[in-house]
């Protein structure tokens, strides 16, 4: 036992992202900007370029449409969406500016929730299917920060739906297809699922909760995958299911969740025109996949030990001319 945990600290600090992103000039950490805050060098930019593409080709392929927004909010929208009272430790101080205060985002959810209210939805809209590569800021204290893995700025490819309660199955469902078609696409294909439900604590009607976790189970086990129920282990605004991946040296990673959220639709007042002319709140899915990419970036590359595959590799070829006569030649097809 003891020589098997030696074999497995060695083999984790040979393909520590930390001296891999070095040693192949992919991103730092520069102190002098600040701690957790990533610097992508070239190599390591055109590595996330080929994961950014992949990524908006399959969400576009699965029905959504992107957004963008902005980084920094008025601390009146961190007042109503919750977060100033339930994430304030979390977020970086506010920012005055004309006589307002502003902070910056720690998540992208109420900026799509605006989006969603800037204007009256009709049911016929729904499924709404938004996702955005955004970047949001979170407080990190000094001792818990580590490389690319836990940072105090970083990218969440966060995505959220807004549709019917009868939609709720098959939403979930595109959600589960989804997840397995990105992550087997970086060799990711062993997970850990775990069902949330109803904490004692709760927001939200007890008709809406059965629907919801309902539906859940109901995407879980057409998908056909085994898990295991936390029971009361949910949010208090909703229902979730997380999934951890497995890396090449059996550890599992926490990267993709998909919850259901009551609390923002309530704290917003979201509202469709039902077919009967009546306005009824939506149900709002909340997903990610990757998490933050610089995380899943570093579990990524400790997962290759730094030998990616040949569409991702940041040099997947080079021209070697054994002969002077050779190399306008050589220059020519390098360009």
Known sequence: QLEEHRRRHQEALRRDHRR?????????????????????HPRGARIRLAIEDLWRRAHFAAGYELLYTPHVADISLWRTSGHLDFYAESMFGPMPVDERDYQLKPMNCPFH????????????????????LGTVYRYERPGVMHGLMRVRGFTQDDAHIFCLPEQI????????NLTEEILSTFDFRSYQ?????????????DAVWE????????????????????EGGGAFYGPKIDLKI??????????????????????????YVAADGSRQRPIMI?????????????????????DFPFWLAPEPIRLLPVTDEVLPWAETLQA
């Not at 891999?20 to 992508?40: K, N, R, Y």
């Not at 209210?117 to 938004?130: D, N, Q, T, V």
């Open 20 to 40: 891999i992103g070095t040693d192949l000039d992919l991103f730092s950490i520069e102190q002098e900007a600040g701690a957790g805050l990533v610097f992508w």
């Open 113 to 132: 929730v605006l989006t969603y209210a800037s204007r009256l939805r009709s049911y016929r809209e729904l499924p709404i299917r938004w996702a955005e």
């Open 169 to 176: 199955g098959d939403e979930i469902l595109g959600v589960l």
């Open 193 to 205: 699922i775990n069902l949330s439900t109803r904490p004692e604590k709760s927001i939200g009607d």
């Open 246 to 271: 497995e890396d090449a040296i059996g550890r599992l990673w926490q990267c993709s969740t998909v919850q259901l959220d009551f609390n923002l639709p309530e704290r917003f007042d979201l509202h």
């Open 211 to 230: 629907l919801a976790t309902a539906g859940l189970i109901e995407a879980l086990d057409r998908k056909g995958w085994s898990y295991s129920v936390d």
């Open 286 to 306: 909340h997903r990610a996949i990757f998490g933050s990419l610089e995380r899943f970036f570093g579990i990524m590359t400790e997962n290759y030990a730094g």
